[in-house]
């Protein structure tokens, strides 16, 4: 048996979803996603890219990760967001990729 992904969520052909995960109403998942067994991206939940969410995880509506990070110097270079398991991404929150001068990795 396959994930559980609501039928007007929008995951991308190369995201890795666990046989486990849940996703729920109106979630956009996109490339270079991972996303660990038994998480559960209630509805609006936004994982933009190059993104690892690990297992037990929680992200509540309207949070978005993944996406560009807030700085100026940040020019499109690659670089990735790392959620550990059990993290509980509460209503709204940004958690955004990596910088730079930070390794490129949050």
Known sequence: TGASIHPTAVVDQSAAVDKDAIIGPMCVVGPGVVI??????FSHCVVSRNTVIGDGCELHPFSCVGGDPQDKKFSGEASWLLLGSRCVIREHVTINLGTEKGG???
Do not use: E
Request: aromatic share 12%; proline share 0%.
């Open 36 to 41: 660990g067994a038994g998480t559960k991206l």
């Open 104 to 106: 490129r990795f949050t």
